[in-house]
């Protein structure tokens, strides 16, 4: 498996990236953001993505978004293809991800808002602290992607202050002073958590 910086070169796997993220949403019938192929390809080109290839088979992707004028970035879009599941790929990615946007934005506080318990526990092993939607970003072309989420009307009845996913962020200031977490990862908390906002949130019929 090989895992490397995206370039112009990996345009080919553009459409077959939208569609594995795109069909495994539907699959899983939990809310995620749009991408385009286009999309996709500038991330490529701006050396701002991760991709995963076997061969020239495609197993895997992530991509740096940047916010806020570069106070924030969100490492996004991750996703493996279902064939590749479950081997560790997705932790391998969210590392390259994390040390290329640790590299091109050392000051920058890292995030992602995931609904995806294996994310939350990725995240968490590279350091990352689940934290209110108010420590994220304010840009609001951020909270715009959420606009195509089946969930978006729950962001906009709480006035953006919570939804299903979990915010999680990176602060390298904080991590700085505190190389420890304070905690041990729990996944039951995280998976408790979950349950607790879709019985808030979700009707029954549409608890997932
Ligand atoms: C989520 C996804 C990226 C995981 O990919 P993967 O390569 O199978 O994950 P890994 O094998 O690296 O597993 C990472 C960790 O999460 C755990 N994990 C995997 N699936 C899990 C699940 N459904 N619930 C809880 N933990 C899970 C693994 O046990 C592993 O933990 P470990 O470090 O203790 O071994 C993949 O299933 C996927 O692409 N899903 C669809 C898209 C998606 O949900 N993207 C995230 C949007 S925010």
């Known amino acids: 498996m090989k895992i490397e910086i995206a370039n112009k070169s990996h345009y080919q796997y553009a459409a077959v990236i939208c569609d594995t993220i795109a069909e495994s949403a539907k699959i899983r019938g939990t809310g995620i953001a749009k991408r385009t192929p286009e999309y996709i390809m500038t991330k490529m080109d701006n050396g701002n993505a991760v991709i995963a290839l076997e061969g020239d088979t495609f197993a895997g992707f ?103 996913c979990t915010g999680m962020l990176y602060d390298p200031a904080e991590k700085e002073k ?13 998976q408790r958590l979950k349950s607790i906002k879709q019985a808030i949130f979700l009707k029954k019929e549409k608890k997932k």
């Open 62 to 164: 992530c991509y740096i978004e940047v916010w806020g004028h570069e106070k924030f970035v969100a490492n996004s879009g991750l996703i493996v293809h279902p064939d590749f599941r479950n081997q560790g790929l997705a932790k391998e990615i969210k590392k390259a991800i994390f040390n290329l946007s640790r590299s091109k934005f050392p000051n920058a506080k890292i995030f992602g808002i995931t609904t995806g318990l294996a994310v939350m526990k990725i995240n968490y092993d590279l350091g990352y602290e689940p934290v209110t939607f108010s420590e994220l970003t304010d840009d609001p072309a951020f909270w715009n992607g959420c606009q195509t989420c089946k969930n978006f009307d729950i962001l906009t009845r709480t006035e953006r202050k919570m939804c299903l």
């Open 178 to 190: 505190n190389t420890q977490h304070k905690h041990e990862y729990n996944g039951k908390v995280f």
